[in-house]
């Protein structure tokens, strides 16, 4: 098993910056990558961004060039940085591990997630 921690959310005007962090813990040599989706109230879960182990990463066209996903492995933790936050990023940002980049082999872990509100 992989647990997962959040932190870093918050409330945070239009235009404003958040840095949520997630910290893992356990089987940590299973896992292939690790990345952060968000899902809005009456809306599906839908993904942000990814990093694999090797560093390759992977963006919601929605977030491109406002959102940047890193990891420090010797602290087994993923950050995303978020800038120029939107009223529509408003959403629980909940933080993923998965052991495969194989769907059908794939065993995903999720933390309980972090509110992140954009607002005036």
């Known amino acids: 098993q992989v647990q997962l921690v959040e932190s870093g959310g918050g409330l945070v005007q239009p235009g404003g910056s958040l840095r949520l962090s997630c910290a893992a813990s356990?089987?940590?040599?299973?896992?292939?990558?690790m990345g952060w989706y968000r899902q809005a109230p009456g809306k599906q879960r839908e993904l942000v961004a990814t990093i694999t182990n090797s560093g390759l990463r992977d963006y919601a066209d929605s977030v491109k060039g406002r959102f940047t996903i890193s990891s420090d492995y010797a602290k087994n933790t993923v950050f995303l940085e978020m800038s120029s936050l939107k009223v529509e990023d408003t959403a629980v940002y909940l933080c993923?591990?998965?052991?495969?980049?194989?769907?059908?082999?794939?065993?995903?872990?999720w933390g309980q997630g972090t509110q992140v509100t954009v607002s005036s």
């Open positions: 356990g089987r940590i040599f299973s896992i292939y990558g």
């Open positions: 993923n591990a998965y052991s495969s980049p194989v769907a059908t082999i794939r065993t995903d872990y």
